[in-house]
């Protein structure tokens, strides 16, 4: 049997599957950012007419799955499946956006790290022949994050400098077995690591270490170095985090060049946007990745990227029963 594993952790694609199209949507303050240009749809409210925050985050979700949907030309009927995830309690604005859709759903779980290990699943169904299309979508929303994982924002409590601010969007691909654009050639499966963090308004400093662990064992397993890729770039490791991860990797014997840069640094201006040490949340990387870095695939700007996204993998209830912060990263290959 001739198993498509390379090295110690990383698969890679016969058939690498094509990126047909993408779509985002995001909040008033994604857009007012530095790629604020670079998303499909901007929202001019947080709430846009709906009854709440988590309604509205699956509605937004809704918005980039069809979007995407209608961008790659498919029918209806030529989608396999659907692979969503989020932050909520069991996923659940995937679940309702998946009510709607009506397509088989595969709900994910990974965290701040869902697009990237979504990427991942649906290259193998399709690399496996499990699947002729698939379509993924992530989502989180500012307000719905701080309500379940930190205070209502109406509390107006004092956030930690180390504190990122969670992402309100969602970006949405799909995934196919042919056609044209950017391919998905191999995914890179993390490992979870705890290294006794146990603030949760440091989410990049606990997940820094298990991404690191992942680029390391990705490159590793290639024999690649940080050169051969046009981007590296993280999913929200933030300004703290991306420092720790560099210093990281550098103890290790990487040194990472300016290719090297996070989805939650580079989504806000820190100068003009109070979002103390950037981005987080998992419509951090999809929205990047769906906006700014396919559109500099497409056009021939970046050739190689390496999406790295970083889940922190802990809950309210771990929080406040005082467990450390376990951690995970997810890599997937893109090449033009």
């Not at 198993?3 to 890679?12: A, E, H, W």
């Not at 996923?91 to 009510?99: D, G, L, Y």
């Not at 309500?147 to 799909?174: C, D, I, K, N, Y």
């Not at 050739?303 to 996204?309: I, K, Y």
């Amino acid at each position: 049997m001739n198993l498509k594993r390379l090295g110690n952790q990383t698969v890679t694609f016969e058939n690498p599957p094509v990126i047909l199209s993408s779509y985002s949507v995001v909040g008033p303050m994604e857009g007012q950012g530095p790629l604020g240009k670079t998303f499909s749809k901007v929202w001019p409210d947080t709430i846009n007419g709906n009854k709440s925050w988590e309604v509205a985050e699956s509605k937004m979700l809704e918005e980039a799955l069809q979007g995407a949907l209608k961008q790659s030309n498919l029918q209806e009927n030529e989608i396999d499946f659907m692979l969503a995830g989020d932050l909520l309690n069991q996923i659940i604005s995937s679940n309702f956006a998946a009510r709607t859709m009506g397509f088989p759903f595969i709900g994910i779980f990974g965290a701040c790290s869902t697009m990237a290990l979504s990427m991942a699943i649906g290259s193998m169904l399709i690399d496996g022949q499990f699947a002729r299309n698939i379509l993924v979508g992530v989502s989180s929303h500012h307000d719905t994050a701080e309500r379940q994982f930190r205070l209502p924002t109406e509390h107006g409590s004092q956030r930690a400098m180390s504190a990122q601010w969670t992402v309100t969007g969602a970006g949405s691909l799909v995934l196919a077995q042919k056609g044209d654009g950017p391919r998905i050639t191999a995914a890179t499966i993390g490992r979870v690591l705890d290294y006794g963090e146990k603030d949760v308004n440091n989410m990049g400093a606990a997940m820094a270490p298990a991404v690191s662990d992942t680029i390391l064992n990705h490159l590793q397993d290639f024999n690649r170095k940080p050169a051969d890729y046009d981007l590296i770039v993280t999913g929200d490791l933030g300004n703290v985090g991306l420092q720790l991860s560099k210093e990281i990797l550098k103890r290790s014997g990487i040194e990472m060049a300016n290719q090297f840069n996070d989805c939650g640094v580079l989504i806000y201006d820190p100068a003009s946007q109070d979002v103390h040490a950037g981005g987080s949340g998992c419509a951090c990387s999809s929205v990047v990745f769906a906006g700014d870095i396919m559109q500099k695939l497409i056009s021939g700007q970046y050739h190689r990227v390496l999406l790295v996204g970083s889940g922190s993998l802990h809950s309210p209830t771990s929080a406040l029963q005082g467990e450390s912060i376990p951690c995970v990263g997810h890599a997937v290959v893109i090449e033009a």
